[in-house]
């Protein structure tokens, strides 16, 4: 396959969330999908971290570190989170092997690959996990962002912001990149949307036609929160999954 017919799966903060990464996979798949990339947090939230973890690693995907896979993977104080995501950092913890640690804390902050870049936050500073909500915000990336196409996740609402000269932010919406613009894109969220659409979200982007599609895809949500409930995690994380909040 030559690198120009390549068209990507971009995923992020899967968030333990097996039936939705599933579906978002199979729905790939009818997109012809043929390689795949993660902006990070295939941890957290929800009852299935380690099954997430095994399909990603056995899929050649690269992937980058996001803030869950971080303090999942590191003991390190979790003073600074809610203490809903708290709580459940400590119960992945004690899902994950010795292994699937170690992978996760190898995982690297940012990476270039074909040409655009991915990060989970932003990457003027990746290990700060600072949430881009504007474009005031989205403009300290763009300094250090190289590639016209950066795509992260991290606020789990999928959205665009353009540079050409100022910063503009657009609602998540199909588009063509342009030369001479930069993007920095969020993919949403396949495990746990915030954008008030409970359906799993994802990017695909064709590295031939420069098309960037933003998908949406339903999946059962049912099941997903009753393993939550029988792992005993916090209730709102299960009642959250169908708001989309
Ligand atoms: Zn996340």
Redesign the pocket.
């Known amino acids: 396959m030559k690198k120009e017919d390549t068209k990507f799966a971009v995923l992020?903060?899967i968030?333990g969330n097996i039936e939705a990464l599933e579906a978002v996979l199979d729905d790939a798949a009818e997109r012809n999908v043929n390689a795949y990339v993660c902006v990070?947090?295939i941890v957290?939230?929800n009852a299935d971290p380690s099954a997430c973890l095994e399909k990603i690693r056995a899929m050649d995907c690269i992937v980058v570190r996001?803030?869950?896979d971080h303090y999942c993977s590191h003991d390190e104080s979790l003073d600074d989170f809610h203490p809903l995501a708290a709580n459940v950092i400590d119960w992945t913890r004690h899902q994950l092997s010795d292994d699937q640690i170690e992978y996760l804390r190898n995982l690297k902050l940012s990476r270039m690959v074909s040409g655009f870049t991915l990060v989970h936050s932003t990457l003027d500073m990746p290990k700060k996990w600072g949430y881009v909500f504007d474009s005031l915000e989205a403009e300290a990336n763009f300094n250090y962002q190289t590639t016209s196409v950066c795509f992260h996740?991290?606020t789990?609402v999928p959205v665009i912001y353009e540079k050409k000269g100022h910063v503009t932010r657009h609602e998540a919406q199909n588009i063509t990149i342009a030369l001479g613009k930069k993007y920095f894109i969020n993919v949403g969220?396949v495990g746990?949307p915030r954008d008030g659409d409970p359906r799993a979200s994802y990017v695909t982007y064709n590295l031939r036609t420069k098309e960037i599609e933003f998908c949406r895809v339903r999946y059962d949500i049912a099941t997903t929160q009753a393993k939550i409930r029988k792992a005993g995690l916090p209730e709102r994380l299960a009642t959250r999954l169908e708001q989309g909040r």
């Open positions: 992020g903060d968030h990070g947090d957290g939230y996001g803030n869950h996740g991290h789990h969220s746990q």
